[in-house]
């Protein structure tokens, strides 16, 4: 799809109903805090800390075995330090954007959708350190893992198909909704729906370009380190398809092929990170 394409559907999409939340106040001033050269964890602390949420997530991933770290943290700006600034501040981001994205009516969907980004996020940590993948920030990765699909949020607001196939495996009694078939039948893109929500949320571009093309196996003139970056987060789809023992077509059918080339690694080089990786799941 080209760069005018996109641009009719994005269109059509927001002339459907479908409105893109305005960017968070709190997200402005992280991001003021973050331009800051003379900011720290001291000036992040302050800002998270009258939040009851975003403290609370800082807290879950400091103890989160997928950083392996065995401090203890008594502090906001203590588990900011222990972090570091930049996947403290990508958890609080994804975390501002879970809020602004909550729907009461469509919880059980979000809850699936956010747990499954989750879950992908966490694979990213653990799949840059047993690949010693060099280039990728593991903020960027979590980010990726958290935000790659956060446009489903959008589409559940306006077809209740997305929610009632989202909330489906919330449940268990059903796997992960084919969502490409979704797209096809109510004439959008998640895809562009969630590079929409970055692109407005001043995300970086080369995340905004990942949101968006994510999916596609075959895109061209990507700049090197989206093209990476997807390739990391296919491999990362990967890991949870093994995990939960889901069907894997689109690796099988080539995003294995296409993520080694992306990354420089050759089969035996997949296989073994793969297995790392695993090993390092307790699998």
Same mark, same amino acid.
């Given at each position: 799809?080209?760069?005018?394409?996109?641009?009719?559907?994005?269109?059509?999409?927001?002339?459907?109903?479908?409105?893109?939340?305005?960017?968070?106040?709190?997200?402005?001033?992280?991001?003021?805090?973050?331009?800051?050269?003379?900011?720290?964890?001291?000036?992040?602390?302050?800002?998270?800390?009258?939040?009851?949420?975003?403290?609370?997530?800082?807290?879950?991933?400091?103890?989160?075995?997928?950083?392996?770290?065995?401090?203890?943290?008594?502090?906001?700006?203590?588990?900011?330090?222990?972090?570091?600034?930049?996947?403290?501040?990508?958890?609080?981001?994804?975390?501002?954007?879970?809020?602004?994205?909550? *729907?009461?009516?469509?919880?059980?969907?979000?809850?699936?959708?956010?747990?499954?980004?989750?879950a992908i996020a966490d694979l990213a940590m653990v799949a840059l350190k047993t690949g010693h993948i060099r280039g990728i920030a593991s903020d960027v990765?979590?980010?990726?893992?958290?935000?790659? *699909?956060?446009?489903?949020?959008?589409?559940?607001?306006?077809?209740?198909?997305?929610?009632?196939?989202?909330?489906?495996?919330?449940?268990?009694?059903?796997?992960?909704?084919?969502?490409?078939?979704? *797209?096809?039948?109510?004439?959008?893109?998640?895809?562009?729906?969630?590079?929409?929500?970055?692109?407005?949320?001043?995300?970086?571009? *080369?995340?905004?370009?990942?949101?968006?093309?994510?999916?596609?196996?075959?895109?061209?003139?990507?700049?090197?380190?989206?093209?990476?970056?997807?390739?990391?987060?296919?491999f990362c789809c990967h890991l949870h398809h093994q995990l939960t023992g889901a069907d894997d077509p689109e690796w099988e059918d080539g995003w294995r092929?296409?993520?080694?080339?992306r990354l420089g690694f050759d089969d035996s080089e997949m296989s073994e990170w793969e297995l790392e990786a695993l090993a390092a799941l307790g699998h």
């Amino acid at each position: 799809m080209s760069d005018t394409d996109d641009e009719r559907l994005i269109q059509a999409i927001l002339s459907s109903g479908v409105k893109i939340p305005p960017m968070p106040a709190i997200l402005l001033r992280l991001n003021e805090v973050l331009r800051d050269e003379d900011a720290g964890p001291r000036e992040l602390a302050a800002l998270i800390s009258q939040d009851g949420a975003l403290s609370g997530a800082v807290f879950r991933l400091v103890g989160s075995p997928v950083f392996g770290l065995r401090q203890r943290v008594e502090t906001v700006e203590k588990a900011i330090t222990v972090l570091g600034m930049r996947n403290a501040s990508a958890l609080i981001r994804t975390e501002i954007l879970r809020g602004a994205l909550h *729907d009461p009516e469509h919880a059980h969907a979000l809850e699936a959708l956010w747990g499954r980004s989750g879950a992908i996020a966490d694979l990213a940590m653990v799949a840059l350190k047993t690949g010693h993948i060099r280039g990728i920030a593991s903020d960027v990765a979590y980010t990726l893992g958290m935000f790659h *699909d956060c446009g489903l949020a959008l589409l559940c607001k306006r077809y209740p198909a997305y929610a009632r196939a989202l909330a489906a495996t919330w449940t268990g009694n059903a796997p992960w909704p084919d969502i490409h078939a979704l *797209d096809r039948e109510h004439h959008v893109h998640h895809a562009l729906m969630g590079q929409m929500v970055a692109r407005n949320w001043l995300l970086a571009d *080369d995340m905004v370009l990942a949101i968006r093309h994510h999916h596609d196996l075959a895109a061209t003139g990507l700049p090197d380190q989206v093209a990476r970056l997807c390739a990391l987060f296919n491999f990362c789809c990967h890991l949870h398809h093994q995990l939960t023992g889901a069907d894997d077509p689109e690796w099988e059918d080539g995003w294995r092929e296409e993520s080694a080339r992306r990354l420089g690694f050759d089969d035996s080089e997949m296989s073994e990170w793969e297995l790392e990786a695993l090993a390092a799941l307790g699998h």
